[in-house]
């Protein structure tokens, strides 16, 4: 087992991290730019170290810096949260030159399943569903107008080096695919460096269910259930929730196989999701991310087990603790992301919170770094709080989240808990009668 953790990142998934470490006896090291100088991850480690200024490009995105804070505190491994250089395999490679472990999956299995045209491929190669298109990325709009005109519009491009809704267009007829492509290509060349993109069916009114899996060392690879995350906007997830309302048990069944499937055909170690869009029935590979996820509470919840620890224990080579035989789901949890931002047009809104209040009570669970007086950055992601309630049934955690949510109080800046409160009293929503376009027509 190792001695000392670097988190390389901040935020509330740095404090999540430091909680598990101090559980299992290990020391951590804080990094930190200028402007999280008064974190609370900074104060909790047991060493901390300024890694370069407020810009992530100066920061928490520069390697050697990261690297030498390492170093420097006698840490002997290294965890990326999620975001940042999570799913950059040239930090993993870097990580392992200077012998040191990185709490994640191989860089071969970040590379391939990062490349979004290649995962697909390889989930086609194992026996997983995919959803028609292109074979690799599209090289040519000619080439692009020929796939959709054999699988039929409305059709998607995506980045192929990417994801989190950049280098995304929708095109519902063929006058737009010109247009959209090349808007496409330019978003995915700014946003990854990677112009490059693929081709798909686009499927009207999906669900977004992923897979929890985890592989050790040992040959191991488990499913750890499904989270339902259709709630989004403009591809980024507002709310997430395990179990899925539409899946039964022989389909969860069968989604389980294929992620599992899907990640021994890759060797995968350590903790990943394969995303899947769900329709009619059926469902189709989307995309892996190599990486613990901002929703991952919601399975902690309902599992009892503690992924990020179950992330250092495989990566210290231990083999999975979780028990061999048939898995089952226990209640129903959801998870609410709190972000500093407008709830209307979802505008960032940082500044500096005047007052707070955090939620409590049976079921609830606020996974926060932030405080009164804490200055929410304007340079980073603005994720404030994740509210995750657990119930017996969805009914009770619907009703704990109502409750929750009017106890939580945060001044001094917008957030998207009025937002939340809104979709709450929804009644599609109450009825699970949900899908990625649900935020397209709700008014608020």
């Avoid at 490679?93 to 990062?114: D, K, N, S």
């Avoid at 298109?133 to 796939?147: F, L, M, N, P, R």
């Avoid at 083999?319 to 709830?343: C, K, Q, T, W, Y």
């Avoid at 606020?366 to 804490?374: E, I």
């Amino acid at each position: 087992m190792f001695s000392k953790v670097l988190i390389a990142n901040r935020g509330e998934i740095a404090l999540r991290v430091i909680a598990a470490c101090k559980e299992m006896g290990l020391k951590t090291v804080a990094v930190h730019s200028e402007a999280d100088r008064d974190s609370l991850h900074v104060r909790y480690a047991d060493d901390d170290v300024c890694i370069g200024p407020a810009a992530s490009k100066q920061s928490y995105l520069n390697i050697s810096s990261i690297i030498a804070a390492a170093e420097i505190t006698g840490a002997d491994a290294i965890h990326p949260g999620y975001g940042f250089l999570s799913e950059n395999p040239h930090f993993a490679e870097i990580v392992g030159e200077c012998q040191l472990t990185f709490i994640g999956p191989p860089p071969e299995a970040i590379r391939l399943m990062g490349d979004k045209a290649r995962a697909r491929e390889t989930a086609k190669n194992a026996g997983v569903p995919i959803i028609p298109g292109s074979e690799g990325s599209v090289k040519t709009v000619e080439d692009a107008a020929a796939i959709a005109h054999q699988i039929g519009f409305p059709v998607i491009l995506k980045a192929a080096a990417g994801g989190g809704g950049r280098g995304m267009r929708i095109c519902w007829k063929e006058s737009e695919l010109q247009s959209q492509y090349e808007t496409a290509r330019n978003e995915a060349e700014r946003a990854f460096g990677d112009a490059s993109v693929y081709l798909e069916k686009y499927l009207e009114r999906p669900r977004h269910i992923e897979i929890q899996v985890f592989g050790d060392t040992h040959g191991r690879v488990v499913a750890l259930g499904e989270r339902e995350c259709s709630i989004q906007r403009r591809h980024q997830k507002l709310i997430e929730e395990s179990p899925s309302p539409a899946l039964d048990d022989a389909t969860r069944k069968r989604m389980s196989e294929a992620a599992v499937k899907l990640c021994q055909a890759v060797n995968y170690v350590n903790a990943g999701t394969i995303e899947f869009l769900y329709q009619d029935g059926d469902f189709y590979f989307m995309e892996m991310n190599t990486r613990i996820q901002v929703e991952h509470p919601v399975t902690e919840e309902v599992t009892g087990i503690d992924l990020v620890k179950e992330q250092i224990r495989v990566a210290a080579g231990e083999p999975l603790s979780v028990p061999h035989g048939e898995f089952r789901l226990r209640g129903h949890a959801m998870e609410f992301r709190i972000n500093a931002e407008d709830p209307v047009t979802f505008a960032p809104n940082p500044g500096k919170i005047r007052e707070l209040h955090l939620p409590g009570g049976p079921g609830v669970r606020v996974d926060t770094h932030v405080y009164r007086d804490y200055v929410v950055p304007p340079h980073y992601d603005s994720l404030l709080a994740k509210l995750v309630i657990r119930g017996k049934d969805r009914m009770e955690t619907l009703a704990r989240a109502r409750r929750a949510l009017e106890q939580f109080v945060i001044e001094g800046v917008k957030t998207s808990i009025p937002l939340h409160r809104a979709i709450l009293n929804n009644e599609k929503f109450i009825r699970g009668d949900i899908s990625t376009r649900f935020m397209d027509h709700f008014t608020f």
